[in-house]
């Protein structure tokens, strides 16, 4: 069986977790979920990073020891994964033993290599993001952060240091080789061009000044030298590699996509990649980063108070349900290299067009029409795939294109696009009621007996058609179809896959004279006037 292992970046513990968080999490779920319809044995990664300088600085600020605020801030992500339904298979957290030893070898490793020496470094030290930044990129940043514009400080240090210019080249010829190596296109063009600079060898430790309580050993001791805590980037891209490094899960390696948003892209397309090939190590198919949510057409910041942190996501998950939240963030998120706006008025919007108006109205509304016309049992359609004077409704094959779409869109990590394979297949269906009229046709039965065939045949190919497309759009909204399924009879049995559930007369299609029942509305309309939730 092909493996598929997605990976979202291990968040920082200096805060809680918020909407871009969420974000990255649930898109790396809604691959994980497609690629397990597609009958591929999948590992989803997420977890925590927290061995940052900035998780003992807030700590203190709290009045809790640095383990403390590790620990309630893990257990806030924990939590907002399980709000949004993540199919996680694992969630590491870098302060475990299992990661800290695995990192340690890794670094012997390096060192036996020849890869790891002690020098000095001086550099311009972004303190908000824990890296240094060339002369280049710092006098163009006006020696001011790129990314929150905090003053910028010049630091020497003593330090080991990785040797990532001795694997320039390698680097360079592989993106070269390989263009879905990083994606968007965009963000590989971003990476070629600072290559062009050259690379320079990184500090990977950092000294270590106090006794065994000073907050300076918050980290990963160096291998034999107890003066130096490995650096936190170093430490964390490891993860990666750490959980997968067993002898059940080593099939998994190397990842089919690295998840992350763009601002650590060079940490995963550039050091990453280099310390694989030191290592040995395949190297990941695809880097993928993605660009950043604002809200109502504004960048983010607590000072504006417009943040949506896990209070405004529950509160939204309250009133319209985390599916339809999960929905928003896979089909209008900022997937590809332009931010993504979340704005109220397009909550709404997409919320009824594709789930309140979309797929819960067609399925009640067929649902409805089973239970009155046939008693709440599937109809038999007698063969009939295709009404004759309706040639442009050919099922069986609007169907398969429907699922054919949605596989390449997925692979080819357009989450909106695939899950909207399934939203056209539910229009296709409201054009088709719309055109064949089965509520007009039912009250001519009476009358004209032979009409009940043919009435059959309609609904039958409109219940079909939206069960394959729940299957399309349950990565995305799972408890909506999951629900849909049980009141249908058509759950689809464990270990089947996207090709052969939606087959037309296949063996998991939809069975005459099996229970359907209209259930309950999977999403009920929502009011545009009324002001958001939170």
């Given at each position: 069986?092909?493996?598929?292992?997605?990976?979202?970046?291990?968040?920082?513990?200096?805060?809680?977790?918020?909407?871009?968080?969420?974000?990255?999490?649930?898109?790396?779920?809604?691959?994980?979920?497609?690629?397990?319809?597609?009958?591929?044995?999948?590992?989803?990664?997420?977890?925590?990073?927290e061995h940052a300088d900035k998780v003992v600085t807030t700590a203190r600020e709290k009045g809790l020891t640095t383990l403390q605020w590790?620990?309630?801030?893990?257990?806030?992500?924990?939590?907002?994964?399980?709000?949004?339904?993540?199919?996680?298979?694992?969630?590491?957290?870098?302060?475990?033993?299992?990661?800290?030893?695995?990192?340690?070898?890794?670094?012997?490793?390096?060192?036996?290599?020849?890869?790891?020496?002690?020098?000095?470094?001086?550099?311009?030290?972004?303190?908000?993001?824990?890296?240094?930044?060339?002369?280049?990129?710092?006098?163009?940043?006006?020696?001011?952060?790129?990314?929150?514009?905090?003053?910028?400080?010049?630091?020497?240090?003593?330090?080991?240091?990785?040797?990532?210019?001795?694997?320039?080249?390698?680097?360079?010829?592989?993106?070269?080789?390989?263009?879905?190596?990083?994606?968007?296109?965009?963000?590989?063009?971003?990476?070629?061009?600072?290559?062009?600079?050259?690379?320079?060898?990184?500090?990977?430790?950092?000294?270590?000044?106090?006794?065994?309580?000073?907050?300076?050993?918050?980290?990963?001791?160096?291998?034999?030298?107890?003066?130096?805590?490995?650096?936190?980037?170093?430490?964390?891209?490891?993860?990666?590699?750490?959980?997968?490094?067993?002898?059940?899960?080593?099939?998994?390696?190397?990842?089919?996509?690295?998840?992350?948003?763009?601002?650590?892209?060079?940490?995963?397309?550039?050091?990453?990649?280099?310390?694989?090939?030191?290592?040995?190590?395949?190297?990941?198919?695809?880097?993928?980063?993605?660009?950043?949510?604002?809200?109502?057409?504004?960048?983010?910041?607590?000072?504006?108070?417009?943040?949506?942190?896990?209070?405004?996501?529950?509160?939204?998950?309250?009133?319209?349900?985390?599916?339809?939240?999960?929905?928003?963030?896979?089909?209008?998120?900022?997937?590809?290299?332009?931010?993504?706006?979340?704005?109220?008025?397009?909550?709404?919007?997409?919320?009824?067009?594709?789930?309140?108006?979309?797929?819960?109205?067609?399925?009640?509304?067929?649902?409805?029409?089973?239970?009155?016309?046939?008693?709440?049992?599937?109809?038999?359609?007698?063969?009939?795939?295709?009404?004759?004077?309706?040639?442009?409704?050919?099922?069986?094959?609007?169907?398969?294109?429907?699922?054919?779409?949605?596989?390449?869109?997925?692979?080819?990590?357009?989450?909106?696009?695939?899950?909207?394979?399934?939203?056209?297949?539910?229009?296709?269906?409201?054009?088709?009621?719309?055109?064949?009229?089965?509520?007009?046709?039912?009250?001519?039965?009476?009358?004209?007996?032979?009409?009940?065939?043919?009435?059959?045949?309609?609904?039958?190919?409109?219940?079909?058609?939206?069960?394959?497309?729940?299957?399309?759009?349950?990565?995305?909204?799972?408890?909506?179809?999951?629900?849909?399924?049980?009141?249908?009879?058509?759950?689809?049995?464990?270990?089947?896959?996207?090709?052969?559930?939606?087959?037309?007369?296949?063996?998991?299609?939809?069975?005459?004279?099996?229970?359907?029942?209209?259930?309950?509305?999977?999403?009920?309309?929502?009011?545009?006037?009324?002001?958001?939730?939170?």
């Amino acid at each position: 069986m092909t493996t598929f292992y997605v990976t979202t970046p291990i968040y920082y513990v200096n805060d809680r977790p918020h909407i871009g968080h969420c974000f990255s999490t649930v898109a790396a779920d809604v691959m994980a979920r497609f690629q397990r319809l597609f009958g591929r044995e999948v590992f989803l990664l997420t977890g925590t990073d927290e061995h940052a300088d900035k998780v003992v600085t807030t700590a203190r600020e709290k009045g809790l020891t640095t383990l403390q605020w590790a620990d309630q801030n893990a257990a806030a992500f924990a939590e907002a994964f399980r709000l949004f339904n993540i199919s996680n298979d694992d969630f590491i957290r870098t302060t475990q033993d299992r990661h800290k030893s695995k990192v340690l070898e890794y670094i012997r490793k390096l060192q036996a290599h020849g890869d790891v020496y002690l020098g000095e470094y001086t550099g311009w030290w972004d303190a908000s993001q824990e890296e240094y930044l060339t002369e280049t990129t710092a006098k163009e940043a006006g020696y001011n952060s790129p990314v929150t514009g905090k003053p910028l400080v010049k630091r020497t240090e003593k330090n080991y240091f990785f040797r990532l210019s001795a694997y320039q080249d390698r680097l360079a010829k592989h993106i070269a080789e390989n263009e879905d190596f990083i994606l968007p296109e965009a963000r590989r063009n971003e990476v070629l061009g600072r290559l062009r600079d050259g690379l320079q060898d990184i500090p990977m430790s950092r000294g270590v000044t106090g006794d065994a309580d000073d907050p300076s050993r918050w980290g990963i001791l160096m291998p034999d030298d107890p003066t130096h805590r490995i650096y936190v980037w170093i430490d964390a891209l490891f993860n990666y590699l750490t959980v997968v490094d067993t002898p059940e899960r080593r099939k998994f390696w190397p990842p089919r996509v690295h998840l992350l948003a763009k601002d650590i892209l060079w940490f995963h397309a550039v050091i990453w990649p280099c310390l694989l090939m030191a290592l040995g190590e395949a190297l990941p198919k695809t880097v993928y980063a993605h660009a950043y949510f604002v809200r109502d057409g504004r960048k983010m910041s607590k000072s504006l108070g417009n943040f949506i942190d896990l209070d405004v996501i529950k509160a939204y998950c309250d009133k319209y349900s985390r599916d339809a939240l999960r929905w928003y963030l896979a089909t209008q998120g900022p997937l590809h290299t332009a931010d993504a706006d979340f704005a109220h008025p397009k909550f709404v919007e997409t919320y009824n067009a594709e789930l309140a108006n979309g797929i819960g109205n067609a399925t009640s509304r067929v649902g409805n029409m089973i239970e009155k016309y046939f008693g709440g049992k599937v109809p038999d359609p007698k063969g009939v795939k295709q009404i004759d004077d309706l040639r442009e409704f050919g099922w069986p094959e609007i169907n398969a294109t429907a699922v054919r779409g949605a596989i390449a869109k997925a692979d080819a990590f357009d989450l909106a696009g695939a899950l909207h394979e399934g939203v056209m297949l539910v229009r296709k269906v409201d054009a088709y009621i719309n055109v064949t009229e089965p509520f007009k046709l039912a009250k001519r039965v009476e009358a004209e007996p032979a009409l009940k065939d043919r009435l059959a045949a309609i609904l039958y190919h409109c219940a079909e058609a939206l069960r394959v497309a729940s299957i399309i759009m349950s990565p995305a909204i799972p408890e909506a179809c999951a629900r849909l399924w049980k009141s249908w009879s058509c759950t689809p049995p464990e270990g089947a896959h996207l090709g052969s559930l939606a087959a037309y007369d296949g063996p998991h299609s939809l069975k005459p004279g099996q229970a359907l029942v209209k259930g309950e509305p999977l999403f009920m309309r929502a009011d545009p006037a009324e002001p958001a939730p939170g």
